[in-house]
């Protein structure tokens, strides 16, 4: 009786709190549709997930799969309500370490596949390869690739270890590649699961079951590096991506994140901190048989307070499978906006960015900055006014591109304007500014780009600035401000004794 009146408690706690959010958000219904829809139904899966029955079971260390008297629905969950709400512990799960283990250093990024039997093609070593061939010994250093081999068909799970082990001997031994698999029996039920969507039941079977897959593969990452980075097994890599990425994490120091995104296409290229993992994986399971992985992972980011998606340009991963891993379906979608080649990456190094051309609604400064597809939208400026972005730390500058204008707002460009590159910072009345200046060229049809700027200039540049030579009516678009640093050439790994065959 008094589990009854304390379950009845909660519910009418939860409801009030519901009813409150709704009532402070019934003036912004108009507006903000979507922001509201996504608070209900948050609010509606817990309030489900919490008074389904059988849903808190006080089984914290058994397996997730448990005979029971009840029906199969009440055999989900291995965790206490409180174990689930404890994001930051991980899940008791004893993984099988198929091939290779992890070493005791710290990585900088890792790639997580999960991978199941395909009834068509497969595409898993193609992948792993190309993780490899594209990555330069020096990337490869800060690389752990982890294989989540998710099948329950163990036979299966050994035949494709030894091509691996066979394939990539050497990085095995490296510590660059680990393979790993999740018995069975920590497992959900996968029967009788909830016909969301109005799937068909083999399908929320393999959708349930895949975001198990990855909810125990990201719980096993959890301490092997500083971010991670999640792929499917049917990808294609850009030449030194691991260098791209990690020039965008930079430029995006001291601004909030929570996923950042190398693709558009399904779980492909989506970056976290390794620090989320553990709420990440818990997440997936809690909600693991309400909806398909790529959108839980949207809510997950909604969640955790990141409105918008982060993503960026050009793709740095592409999907190459033919066939889908669901009933081998076929499935040809594509990036469009991956490139293969993407060695041209600036690195944008952290900075601050001013101007006193009049901002349009929030198209700010920043977006010009900015490695995702945004860009900065000021009304018409006049003579002497400045767009100036003023480094963190004195840089070596190789190249300097600005573009302005878009394709559909061509005239939005700076007719007439100059770069200029400055250093001696000091502290005005608009804050830090560079006392001296030198004039690195024109904007010609609204752009400019100059090579060896390291070799033209003879100080570390502390800012870079934009100035109208000339007032006009049209306003401006600043799309991309790109700095490339001054770096020394990388080692590829095709050289030495790691030569790839």
Known sequence: MDSRKSELNVTVTIMRLVWKSLDKMRYFRKRSTIPFLGVL???LLFFNLYMEDGYMMEAGKRPLRETSMHPSNTERYVHTFRDLTNFSGTINVTY???AGTPLPRKKYLTIGLSSVKRKRGNYLMETIKSIFDQSSYDELKEIVVVVHLADFDLA?????VQDIS?????????????VIHAPEEYYPSLDGLKRNYNDPEDRVRFRSKQNVDYAFLLNFCTNLSDFYMMLEDDVRCSRNFLTSLKKVVTSREGSYWVMLEFSKLGYIGKLYHSRDLPRLAHFLLMFYQEMPCDWLLIHFRDLLAQKDVIRFKPSLFQHMGYYSSYKGAENKLKDDDFEEDSIDIPDNPPASLHTNIHVFENYDATKAYSSVDEYFWGKHPSTGDFFVIILHEP??????KIVTGTDDRQNDILHHGALEVGEKLVGTKR??????YITLGEFKYGNIEVQDVDHKIAFDIECVRIVATASQKEWLIIRTISLWTAQPPSQWYTEGPYRLD
Request: glycine letters at 6%.
């Open 41 to 43: 139904i948050t609010c």
């Open 96 to 98: 099988r370490y198929l």
């Open 156 to 160: 299966w799970c050994e035949n494709l």
């Open 166 to 178: 066979r394939k990539f001997a050497h990085h095995i031994i490296a510590g660059h590649l680990l």
């Open 395 to 400: 840089t070596q500058i190789s190249k300097i």
């Open 431 to 436: 804050g830090r500014q560079c006392s001296t």
